[in-house]
């Protein structure tokens, strides 16, 4: 579980010290802040790796499929 968040976090820290940068430059570092920290987000979740499943996963995903679909028939 800790794995998911990483890159969020990672992209939150580099939006967030960019942001800083930027409202330094511009004057208005609260401003420039936030929205580091809204792109830093956004950047973080976009570089997540799709996760390996194993066959036992897999399968009992494939099982929960079928009876999702024979519940809504």
Known sequence: ?????KHTG???????ALGAAAGVL?????IWLGVGIAIGMALGATFR???KQCPE???LHRAHE??????QS
């Not at 579980?1 to 968040?5: E, Q, Y």
């Not at 990672?10 to 967030?16: Q, R, S």
């Not at 511009?26 to 609260?30: D, K, N, T």
């Open 57 to 59: 996963c897999a399968a």
């Open 10 to 16: 990672l992209g939150i820290a580099l939006g967030a």
């Open 66 to 71: 079928v009876n999702a679909k024979q519940l």
């Open 1 to 5: 579980m800790a794995g998911k968040s």
């Open 26 to 30: 511009a004057g208005h570092v609260a």
């Open 49 to 51: 790796r799709a996760e």
